[in-house]
Every structure is written in structure tokens, then in C-alpha cells.
């Protein structure tokens, strides 16, 4: 049997409050706490409480288990804020030893496009917050949406990462399956892992859709599938929120998964492997190379999710303008909501893309429209850009057409 | 096909959208005969005759007063298809001075005309050969419900506004009354919107399977040069009828929220209506008389230039069935904010919307389009793009499919 290796993203951003234009210099909060919080507890209801809780189960059972998370830093201070008993669920997971936490941004950010300052700054801070919480040391890494290229990896493998992960993608794999470990294009040749997204997204997406042909998914049919691969590994990365929020417990999502574990480990062989196990265990076949930058995201697989249209590159533009300034500051409050800015939703909730995936960001998207979210966070940019150049004085946020 | 407004005259969006569903229609080949209460000017079209009511009425002086089986009381108000206090009189005035192809049919007393033109509606259906009967608003719909009587061919009637939307206490009861008969007497009821549907169905209780949504279009056209007034200046537009129905006075009030962030922005008004003096008050209590500019009524070539030159197009509507002056804005480019319940929403994506009664998001929003080049940019690509894949054809073929429905149900 393939041996497989699980790695379950979690994340929720700091959303943003309604902030129009006349909050510019009247109004320092810009995160809806109350929301953020409301959501929290409701996705910790529906997904992260009983997930962790079935995860732990298949733990305690199946010595040949283990699973991965990436947790971003603005989810795990919103579980100190909001919801500790969810992070003390992570960390019964995390004394099993068979869990491995990855490394990536602390604020889920698309710093990596933006600047290497702030990306390695951000790096830092996951690292000690997962060490905090977790007690052990991230090795290898996963940007945010796993956006990747090769220069990302020449960067990670500088800095002595095990390994990376991407989307196992056709301009990355050309006719190649996924289901290996390749080699980076760089000096050192870095280990990478790559989603197979065709059996990823039979769980994350299609599971419940009932104009798939192959709905209802069994586990049955499903272990099929994989028992039929003829890989080295099979790699299943996906949002953790698939269980319980994007798929609602009502389509019998954990009934599922938990049976198909059981299913699969009875096979002679089976084995969960963590990034971590399976890059020590399997030798690294081809060297892929990615030129320019992939992602999970969307049917582009590339960056137009967060950075397709004018509105989104303007607001990165605006917002890295003032990187500098907001480090010299001195303010941690100001330095806080500059990286809680920096996260890649509010790009996504910008995407004026009107087919097809436009429907599953309007579905994500806290606001009525790409333009409320533009809006709403190119007024808070230029609050904080007032807050970390004159304090105290007003100046209109930018230049009136034709002016 | 009855009609009140038509080409070379017209003062609103009924105007607009008659002649627009007609051409659509002329373009499938269907045949339309177009009644219209005054109307001394040609066809232009092998397939469209135009009947002018008044001529028919001329011509045949017998008293047939007998024959007209609606019996309505005659209210002793002025009325038009916008309903405002003194601009009918107004206009009655001006036509009469400037000597203009208003004729007798458009009396003082519009109620009068209202009847006549219906009256004379059953004499030309007998005449004509036809096979489905369809009248435009309130105005038209006594006309209609003749006709069918007259010739028992099936009515769908087409709402294009409702008096609950042009007057905050749903109005005059004459017009109200008008409309409650007309769409339940109709085999079939138009909507422009399906805000408006909502409106029918609840203010005069007709069922929704009686009824279908055909929301407005608009046509390419040639595109115009744009208005040279103060180049260098940020413009905020706002125009059609000054009446209570459009909001103006949340226009001022953001307006006024505007100017103190932005110097040399202007404000231009396109459009009359009995609202214009309490408006023009209320610019001057904001003392920002020096950002406006009130046009008075364009015509349709010259809105087109204003529309042309204009950084945002603003229609805070109190209550919009459809509002087509925001797809003419988002034909030129122009960015358009618009209220939230406006029917126009229903069919493009790129625009702005606000709650009317809230100045301080509509102020912040005109600034987020004046100050930030990229949403204005989006804003006015992706509105003419949507726009331009809507058709007055499209329209037409709906109408055609809810009049071969009425044909299968006979």
C-alpha cells in the first residue's frame, strides 16, 4: 500500500471591521471582534472540537497514524483570545508526538510577493509561537495557499529547511505523477512533497456535491482509489475547516474519513507518514522546476486569487509602502495591525473574477462586494499610514482624480 | 401596444423603455402596433404602425360615451407618468408658451386624458388585427383592460414604477386605484425588477405565477465627446427627476460631507422635477452653492456628454424599480453608485450600493471612487462591460415568451 501523509491547513484571519472613509484618523480598531470572535467559536463548534476529537481517536487506535497541521499565528492567537480550550485540543494532539506542526508566515501572509524582510520576520514569529505552544521545532515549510517558486526554495534551503510543500500541478509535474517526492530546482536539491490534488479535492470539494459522479463518496470506493496508485506517497493536503464547516457534518464528512482510516491501515503495509517522515524515508526523484509562482488556489493555480486584479495589486502596493515606516514606528500596536493586514484574505475577498470561482470567494467573503473590501481596507491602510508618519495630522488619503 | 411616452418625447424611463422593448421587439420581427395618446410623427419601421389616439378620436365625434363600460371618478388632480404636485401644470405652461406639439389630448386635467385614451382604446382594437394586448404603467392600463374587452384578446400589463414607489404615503388614490385594477384584471403582469414584482405582489396582492420579472436593457451607441465644464475638477453626477421618489436631498447632504475633504470637486444636476427648489435650498443651507451646478432638463444627447465627463454617476433612490439613468452612467465608463434596493442592482454587479437614507457611507463611498484610481477604473471597465452584453432584444424575447404563454392558455 502507497503510504499516505495528511497535512490539514487551519487558519482564520483578524477580518476587518465597516470602515469608511470618515474613520480615517478618528479610528485606530480596525478588526470586528465581535465577529471574529462569533465565527471562531462557531467554526470550533462545528469543525476544530470534533475534528481534533476524531483525529485523537484514530491516534490512541492506530500506532501507524500520524498527521500534520499548519497553524497560523493569527488563528493561534485568536484560540488564546477566544477559544483556549480548542489550542489545549492541539496540544493533547501535539503530546501524541505523532503530530508535526510545518512552518510557515505567522499572519497567513502574502509577505513572500512582497517583501523578504518582513516574510522572514513573520517566519520568526510562527516559529516561536508554535514553539510556545507546542514545544517543538517547525522543519519543514509551507507558504500560505502554497504559493511556491523556485526561488522560494532556494531561499528556504538557505536557511536549512528539511523540505517544502506545493501543489502537485501540471506546470510543475508536466505528465509526472505527484505521488513521489521530488527535488527542488535548487543548488541542494530540496525535498519537496506535492498535493495530489485529484484525491485532495475529492474530500475538500467534490464530497458533498451531488452532481459529481462519483457521489456519495465511500470510504469503500475511496480506498479503492488509493489502493490502486502506484506512488511512493500520497499526499492529501487540505483546509482542516473541510470537516464540519466546508462540509457539514450532515454529509456524514467524519463518518467518512474516520472509516476510511480504519479501512486503509487494515491493509498489509498501510502507513501515515508526517513531511517530515516521509522526505527521511523516500529518495527524491526528479528535479521540478517552478519558474513562477503556483498556488492551490482557484482553477488558475497561480496568484490570481489574491493578486488577479488592480484593486488587489494596489492594496498589497499601498500596504508594503508603509513597512518601513510602521518598523520604525516603534508602535507594536501599529506593527501588529500591519501584519494582521498582511494576511492573504483580504486580497481573496478583493477577486473580481465573476465565474466559476467567483462564487467560492463571494461564499468566503465577509463583505457584499470585492469593492466594499477594497474599500474598507485601503481606508484602514491610510489610517495607518497617518499613524506611522504624522501623528496628528490629517492629510486626504490620496490624490483626487484629475488633481 | 399602448404606450404614453415615445420618442421625440420623452421625460423619463417609461419614454426610454417603451422605445427600447419596441425596437426590441421590431428587431425579432415581430409586428407592433403602437398606440400613443399623441403622436404626429411617422413609423419609421415596416413593422411598427403608430396610432395616435387623438387623431382617432378627431375623426370619430359620435358620443360613445355608452359604449365605455368603466366607470371611474375623475379626481381634480394633475397628473403625469411622475406624479409631482405642480410639474404637470408646469410643463402644460411651458409647452403652451414655447408652442410646442403638446395638443389638446394633454389637458389641464390628465385624469380626463387618462379616461379619453381609453375610451378611444376599445374602438381601435376592434379595428386593428392583433393577438395580445400590452400596456406600459398605470397611465396606459385602462386602455388595456378596453381593449381586451373589446376584443377579448389576453393583457399583460408592465409595471414600471408603482405609486407606492413615487410617494411616500403610496400616493394618489386615483393613480393607486388605477394600478390595483389594472394588474388584476391582467392575464399576465411585467415587472421591471423583481423588487418591483415584490412590490405589485405586496401592495396589490397579485400572485406570483401571474407574474414575470423583464428586467430593463440598454443599446450600444456611438460614443460622444465628453463635457468640457471645469476639466481638472472631480465631478459627482446626479441626475433624472428631482422628486422625492430620487433622493436628492441625501445627494446634498453627501455632497456637503464631500466638499470639506475635497476642495474642487462639483456636483452637477441633470433633471427637473418639484424637488428641485427644496433641493437648491438645501445646497445653499450647506453653503456649498459654489461646488453646484444645476443643467435643468438634458436632452438625451447632451446627459450623454455629462455622462461622459463625470468621475462618479450617484442615484440614492428611495425607492428604484429599476433606475436605467445608472446603466446610461455605466455605458459611458462611469462609475455608479446606486441605492440598494434599486432594481438595476438585479442585473449588474459593478456598481456601489448604499442604504439611501445613510450620507455618511454614500460621502465615503463618492470619495473612495474620486480618490482611488483603481476602483474607479474597475468600477467604470466592469459596469460598461456588463452592460454592454445587455440587450433590448433580450427584453423582447422574454416579453415574446410571456405572450405565447398567454396565446396557449386562450
Known amino acids: 500500500m502507497i503510504p499516505v501523509c495528511l497535512y490539514f491547513q487551519v487558519h482564520q484571519p483578524y477580518r476587518l471591521r465597516p470602515y469608511n472613509y470618515f474613520d480615517i484618523g478618528r479610528e485606530h480598531r480596525y478588526f470586528d471582534d465581535d465577529k471574529n470572535r462569533a465565527l471562531l467559536r462557531r467554526v470550533s463548534d462545528k469543525c476544530y472540537l470534533p475534528a481534533t476529537a476524531m483525529l485523537m481517536r484514530l491516534l490512541e487506535r492506530h500506532p501507524a497514524f500520524s498527521v500534520s497541521f499548519s497553524l497560523s499565528g493569527c488563528l493561534l492567537q485568536q484560540f488564546r483570545d477566544f477559544a483556549p480550550e480548542v489550542r489545549k485540543a492541539f496540544q493533547e494532539l501535539a503530546a501524541t508526538g505523532r503530530v508535526e506542526f510545518l512552518a510557515e508566515t505567522s499572519h497567513h501572509s502574502l509577505a513572500w510577493l512582497a517583501s523578504t524582510a518582513e516574510f522572514q520576520a513573520q517566519i520568526e514569529l510562527h516559529r516561536e509561537r508554535v514553539r510556545e505552544d507546542f514545544g517543538v521545532e517547525p522543519r519543514v515549510f509551507r507558504n500560505t495557499e502554497l504559493i511556491y517558486s523556485d526561488d522560494l526554495a532556494r531561499y528556504l534551503e538557505e536557511r536549512g529547511y528539511a523540505g517544502v510543500l506545493a501543489d502537485g500541478v501540471e506546470p510543475l509535474l508536466g505528465p509526472l505523477s505527484p505521488d513521489h517526492v521530488y527535488s527542488a530546482a535548487t543548488p541542494g536539491g530540496l525535498p519537496l512533497l506535492l498535493r495530489d490534488y485529484r484525491l485532495s479535492d475529492d474530500i475538500a470539494f467534490r464530497f458533498s456535491n451531488r452532481t459529481w459522479k462519483e457521489h456519495p463518496l465511500t470510504s469503500e470506493k475511496y480506498d479503492r482509489w488509493v489502493g490502486a496508485l502506484t506512488g511512493e506517497i500520497l499526499s492529501l493536503f487540505m483546509d482542516f475547516e473541510t470537516f464540519g464547516e466546508h462540509q457539514w457534518k450532515e454529509t456524514g464528512i467524519f463518518q467518512f474519513f474516520e472509516a476510511w482510516v480504519e479501512l486503509y491501515l487494515s491493509r498489509p503495509g498501510a502507513r501515515f507518514l508526517t513531511p517530515s517522515q516521509a522526505i527521511a524515508a523516500l529518495p527524491a526523484r526528479d528535479r521540478l522546476s517552478a519558474p513562477r509562482l503556483l498556488s492551490w488556489a482557484d482553477e488558475a493555480r497561480d496568484l490570481s486569487a489574491w493578486q488577479g486584479n488592480d484593486l488587489q495589486r494596489d492594496a498589497l502596493r499601498r500596504l508594503f509602502a508603509l513597512e518601513d515606516r510602521a518598523k520604525a514606528s516603534g508602535s507594536d500596536t501599529a506593527m501588529r495591525d500591519f501584519r494582521r493586514l498582511t494576511t492573504s484574505d483580504h486580497f481573496y475577498y478583493m477577486a473580481t473574477k465573476s465565474y466559476g470561482d467567483g462564487e467560492v470567494h463571494a461564499y468566503f467573503s465577509p463583505f457584499d462586494s470585492p469593492y466594499e473590501a477594497y474599500m474598507a481596507f485601503m481606508h484602514v491602510v491610510s489610517d495607518l499610514e497617518h499613524r506611522v508618519t504624522t501623528p496628528a495630522r490629517r492629510s486626504p488619503a490620496a490624490r483626487p482624480l484629475g488633481a | 401596444m399602448f404606450g404614453w411616452e415615445y420618442p421625440p418625447h420623452v421625460t423619463g424611463g417609461l419614454g426610454v423603455a417603451s422605445a427600447g422593448l419596441?425596437?426590441?421587439?421590431?428587431?425579432?420581427?415581430?409586428?407592433?402596433?403602437?398606440?400613443?395618446?399623441?403622436?404626429?410623427?411617422?413609423?419609421?419601421?415596416?413593422?411598427?404602425?403608430?396610432?395616435?389616439?387623438?387623431?382617432?378620436?378627431?375623426?370619430?365625434?359620435?358620443?360613445?360615451?355608452?359604449?365605455?363600460?368603466?366607470?371611474?371618478?375623475?379626481?381634480?388632480?394633475?397628473?403625469?407618468?411622475?406624479?409631482?404636485?405642480?410639474?404637470?401644470?408646469?410643463?402644460?405652461?411651458?409647452?403652451?408658451?414655447?408652442?410646442?406639439?403638446?395638443?389638446?389630448?394633454?389637458?389641464?386635467?390628465?385624469?380626463?386624458?387618462?379616461?379619453?385614451?381609453?375610451?378611444?382604446?376599445?374602438?381601435?382594437?376592434?379595428?386593428?388585427?392583433?393577438?395580445?394586448?400590452?400596456?406600459?404603467?398605470?397611465?396606459?392600463?385602462?386602455?388595456?383592460?378596453?381593449?381586451?374587452?373589446?376584443?377579448?384578446?389576453?393583457?399583460?400589463?408592465?409595471?414600471?414604477?408603482?405609486?407606492?414607489?413615487?410617494?411616500?404615503?403610496?400616493?394618489?388614490?386615483?393613480?393607486?386605484?388605477?394600478?390595483?385594477?389594472?394588474?388584476?384584471?391582467?392575464?399576465?403582469?411585467?415587472?421591471?425588477?423583481?423588487?418591483?414584482?415584490?412590490?405589485?405582489?405586496?401592495?396589490?396582492?397579485?400572485?406570483?405565477?401571474?407574474?414575470?420579472?423583464?428586467?430593463?436593457?440598454?443599446?450600444?451607441?456611438?460614443?460622444?465627446?465628453?463635457?468640457?465644464?471645469?476639466?481638472?475638477?472631480?465631478?459627482?453626477?446626479?441626475?433624472?427627476?428631482?422628486?422625492?421618489q430620487k433622493g436628492p436631498q441625501f445627494f446634498v447632504d453627501a455632497a456637503a460631507l464631500v466638499a470639506r475633504e475635497i476642495p474642487n470637486v462639483r456636483f452637477a444636476v441633470a433633471g427637473s422635477g418639484d424637488r428641485l427648489r427644496p433641493m437648491m435650498d438645501r445646497v445653499a443651507a450647506h453653503g456649498i452653492e459654489r461646488h453646484f451646478l444645476f443643467t435643468g432638463f438634458l436632452p438625451p444627447a447632451e446627459l450623454d456628454r455629462l455622462y461622459a465627463r463625470a468621475n462618479v454617476y450617484v442615484m440614492p433612490s428611495v425607492s428604484e424599480p429599476f433606475g436605467l439613468t445608472a446603466l446610461e452612467a455605466l455605458r459611458h465608463g462611469t462609475p455608479a453608485i446606486v441605492s440598494r434596493n434599486a432594481g438595476v442592482s438585479e442585473v449588474v454587479r459593478n456598481v456601489l450600493r448604499v442604504d439611501f437614507g445613510d450620507t455618511n457611507d454614500l460621502a465615503s463611498k463618492i470619495l473612495s471612487v474620486l480618490l482611488f484610481r483603481p476602483l474607479s477604473d474597475a468600477l467604470g471597465a466592469g459596469g460598461r462591460s456588463e452592460v454592454a452584453r445587455l440587450s433590448w432584444k433580450d427584453a423582447a424575447l422574454k416579453c415574446l415568451e410571456v405572450y405565447r404563454e398567454l396565446s396557449v392558455e386562450r
Open chain 2, 22 to 244: 419596441v425596437g426590441g421587439l421590431l428587431e425579432t420581427g415581430t409586428e407592433v402596433i403602437l398606440v400613443l395618446p399623441c403622436h404626429p410623427f411617422a413609423a419609421g419601421h415596416p413593422l411598427l404602425a403608430i396610432v395616435d389616439s387623438g387623431e382617432v378620436a378627431a375623426a370619430d365625434d359620435r358620443p360613445h360615451r355608452k359604449r365605455f363600460l368603466l366607470r371611474l371618478r375623475r379626481v381634480p388632480s394633475l397628473l403625469r407618468p411622475y406624479v409631482t404636485e405642480t410639474s404637470y401644470q408646469e410643463d402644460f405652461v411651458a409647452a403652451r408658451e414655447t408652442g410646442t406639439t403638446f395638443r389638446s389630448l394633454y389637458g389641464p386635467d390628465l385624469a380626463t386624458e387618462v379616461l379619453r385614451y381609453a375610451e378611444v382604446a376599445g374602438r381601435i382594437a376592434r379595428r386593428e388585427r392583433f393577438d395580445v394586448i400590452h400596456a406600459h404603467d398605470w397611465l396606459t392600463y385602462l386602455a388595456g383592460i378596453e381593449a381586451r374587452r373589446a376584443s377579448g384578446k389576453p393583457l399583460a400589463v408592465h409595471v414600471h414604477a408603482t405609486e407606492f414607489d413615487r410617494s411616500p404615503m403610496g400616493g394618489n388614490a386615483f393613480v393607486s386605484e388605477t394600478e390595483r385594477l389594472g394588474v388584476s384584471t391582467a392575464d399576465r403582469v411585467i415587472a421591471v425588477s423583481r423588487y418591483t414584482a415584490d412590490t405589485v405582489s405586496e401592495r396589490y396582492g397579485v400572485p406570483r405565477e401571474r407574474m414575470r420579472v423583464v428586467h430593463n436593457a440598454i443599446d450600444a451607441h456611438e460614443s460622444v465627446g465628453a463635457w468640457e465644464v471645469s476639466e481638472h475638477d472631480p465631478l459627482v453626477l446626479f441626475a433624472g427627476r428631482i422628486t422625492w
